[in-house]
């Protein structure tokens, strides 16, 4: 099992931009498929971005064209460049890792082995 620890996470107002970054450790980083999750208060976890080791990336209609996910295979490292942001991405963001590099369901939290402890982000309006 891979540990993933978020960092990046902070206040900012509505149209700025934040970079999150996770690091993991604990097993090999290629081959992971590598995402981001966020969950609002009172609200269930939601998928934000994904991107399997050989490239291919899949976003969530709600932040398409504003955020953009990366991953440095020799760092170990992933991360979500969040620009115009909007106070409706106010949440808890969550890095997450899949052992599985052709799974199917990227986009459901259940399909992931592994999960940080998340980091802050507050959008202002």
């Known amino acids: 099992q891979v540990q993933l620890v978020e960092s990046g996470g902070g206040l900012v107002q509505a149209g700025d931009s934040l970079r999150l970054s996770c690091a993991a450790s604990?097993?090999?980083?290629?081959?992971?498929?590598m995402a981001w999750f966020r969950q609002a208060p009172g609200k269930e976890r939601a998928f934000v971005a994904a991107?399997?080791?050989?490239?291919?990336?899949y976003y969530a209609d709600s932040v398409k064209g504003r955020f953009t996910i990366s991953r440095d295979d020799a760092k170990n490292m992933v991360y979500l460049q969040m620009n115009s942001l909007k106070p409706e991405d106010t949440a808890v963001y969550y890095c997450?890792?899949?052992?599985?590099?052709?799974?199917?369901?990227?986009?459901?939290?259940?399909?992931?082995?592994?999960w940080g402890q998340g980091t802050q982000v507050t959008v202002s309006s």
């Open positions: 604990g097993r090999t980083f290629s081959g992971l498929t």
């Open positions: 991107q399997r080791w050989i490239g291919t990336k």
């Open positions: 997450e890792a899949d052992a599985n590099p052709t799974a199917i369901n990227y986009y459901r939290h259940s399909e992931y082995d592994s």
